[in-house]
């Protein structure tokens, strides 16, 4: 059983940075057995898929709407998943949310377990 807790949102102006974090509450032998994802749901909208990184960080995928602007890293030793998130857009607003997985995937449906979210605002 895994256990995460987002961190690090804010209001932030376009153009500017956010760190995103995410601890999970396992042992580190755990957390490294996962795969890890970040996902974004805004207002009305369905949850989508943000960034994935494989167990050992060699695979790591990312969606068009943010390639180039943010990245995804983690830190097994400290259990951590990162989201570096640079050049913010206002369409990036919304509720950020780390899974594990079995796998990196795009759908949500194939991750197990969740964290609560941390917003994240974007002004224009």
């Known amino acids: 059983q895994v256990q995460l807790v987002e961190s690090g949102g804010g209001l932030v102006q376009a153009g500017g940075f956010l760190r995103l974090s995410c601890a999970a509450s396992s042992s580190a032998s755990t957390f490294s057995r996962y795969a890890m994802g970040w996902f974004r749901q805004a207002p009305g909208k369905e949850r989508e898929f943000v960034a994935g990184?494989?167990?050992?960080?060699?695979?790591?995928e990312y969606s068009d709407s943010v390639k180039g602007r943010f990245t995804i890293s983690r830190d097994n030793t400290k259990n951590t998943l990162f989201l570096q998130m640079n050049n913010v857009k206002p369409e990036d607003t919304a509720a950020y949310y780390c899974a594990a997985g079995l796998m990196v995937d795009q759908r949500p449906s194939r991750f197990a377990y969740w964290g609560q979210g941390t917003q994240v605002t974007v002004s224009s």
């Open positions: 990184i494989s167990w050992s960080g060699g695979q790591i």
